[in-house]
């Protein structure tokens, strides 16, 4: 149904598209073509008749695909109804998206409710249609405990993978668990075929599964912002759990034991996955701390200069505001900064770039400081007024004075120049 109603959509575009000789053409090829796709149909029900009446003994009611496909849509739906933008990585997460700071943190939980979470409505529809057409068959072949087992087992590899590859990326969606389940059917094909028996998948029944997997590959290629890694992940999940619980699937369903054994085989893999993926940190936080030090500091500073311009302050208090107070606050940022644990690979340069920018600043400041404490520019101008001009050596010595100043001002300026330049550097990639 969900096929059809996908294909009638994507028909109607392209004729609302086409010329109106070029719309007259299809039409009458496609009345021409009516008999023969009755036909066809006709034949291929006919053909596939002792296969579909083979499973129906075998598994008379699929139990598994039908939950699966309500509670997909209906997490769907209540998150249309909730609070936050439907493809908001914020609200992702909070209905169990797969985000690697919170995942390896404890909740590794959201590698399965992630399988059930789904950032828009044709995702959702797509994945709906990979799954209905192969679940129904592939149930009654395996049975609902091999079905469920490997849609489980391949959803969890697929949002492993995801979080090895993207651990600051919210994933979600059931495209890996569905891949797991083309696996799963391409393993059980390969038995049947090497076995045969009344429910050996026939050509045609193949054919009919194929628009619909066509459409849910291709959407999934091309769409997938995070790459097909997962989905590879998920398919070779399937593949290689059918290759063991699919082995005599031409005499009957995997056995309890068969399904637990492999169910167990593919929890102790996941942990062994798991275990270096723990503690993993978005740093960003940290970084909009550092930037927000940068705003503070500079505040205080300024306000303090005023206080000084306007003869409420000395120039020793203003060093002593940088002595006592900003230079700890970067000293303190500097140390958070060393201590935070897991960084993911492609946010070390920005928190290297973090720590030059503090080592940076707080050479600038330590500069600006030793400065107002040697620099008494009144004094200098004062004694530039004040001495005779006959008196060369006060000139000079006046002179040299303010030379040294200038040039000590330049390394403040050149060191603040430094660090600011970091700073960014951090401000934009930090947003990313």
């Known amino acids: 149904m969900y096929l059809i109603l996908f294909l009638v959509i994507v028909f109607g575009f392209a004729l609302c598209r086409m010329t109106a000789e070029d719309r007259e053409r299809v039409i ?68 169990g998206g797969n985000f690697g700071p919170r995942t390896t943190s404890g909740e590794w939980w959201r590698l399965l409710t992630s399988v059930f979470v789904h950032a828009g409505m044709l995702q959702l529809l797509v994945n709906l249609i990979g799954l209905v057409q192969i679940g129904l068959i592939l149930e009654r072949l395996v049975g609902p405990f091999a079905f469920a087992a490997v849609y489980v087992a391949a959803g969890v590899f697929a949002s492993l993978v995801n979080l090895s590859a993207y651990p600051l990326a919210v994933s979600v969606g059931a495209s890996g668990a569905i891949f797991g389940l083309y696996g799963l059917l391409l393993a059980s094909s390969i038995w049947g075929l090497l076995h045969r028996s009344i429910v050996t998948i026939p050509l045609m029944a193949v054919k009919r599964l194929a628009p619909a997997a066509a459409v849910f590959i291709f959407y999934n290629v091309a769409n997938d912002g995070l790459g097909i890694d997962a989905e590879l992940a998920g398919l070779a999940t399937g593949f290689v759990c059918g290759l063991f619980l699919a082995r005599g699937v031409s005499d009957g369903k995997p056995s309890a034991r068969s399904v637990a054994a492999a169910m167990a085989a593919a929890v102790v893999i996941a942990v062994a996955f798991a275990v270096p993926l723990r503690g993993v940190t978005d740093v960003r936080p940290e970084i909009e701390r550092v930037v927000g030090l940068e705003d503070r500091t500079a505040s205080a500073y300024q306000s303090a200069v005023d206080r000084f311009k306007r003869g409420r302050i000395t120039a020793e208090a203003v060093a002593q505001l940088i002595d006592r107070t900003i230079e700890p606050e970067l000293q303190v940022a500097e140390a958070h900064l060393k201590a935070v644990t897991g960084v993911p690979p492609e946010q070390q340069p920005l928190v290297a770039s973090a720590e030059e920018y503090l080592r940076l600043r707080y050479e600038s400041w330590r500069l600006r400081a030793e400065s107002l404490r040697k620099t008494d520019t009144p004094t200098l101008q004062e004694a530039r007024d004040t001495e005779p001009a006959s008196n060369e050596s006060g000139r000079l010595r006046a002179e040299a004075r303010l030379k040294a100043n200038r040039i000590y001002l330049g390394k403040v300026e050149g060191a603040e120049r430094a660090s600011l330049e970091a700073l960014r550097r951090i401000r934009p990639a930090n947003q990313k």
């Open 28 to 95: 009458r090829a496609g009345l021409a073509a009516i008999p023969h796709l009755k036909k066809a149909a006709i034949y291929g029900r006919l053909e596939c008749e002792p296969f579909r009446n083979a499973l129906g003994e075998r598994t008379p009611w699929p139990l598994v695909t039908p939950v699966l496909i309500t509670l997909n849509a209906a997490i769907f739906i209540f998150m249309l109804f909730g609070a936050g933008a439907l493809g908001d990585p914020a609200t992702l997460v909070g209905w």
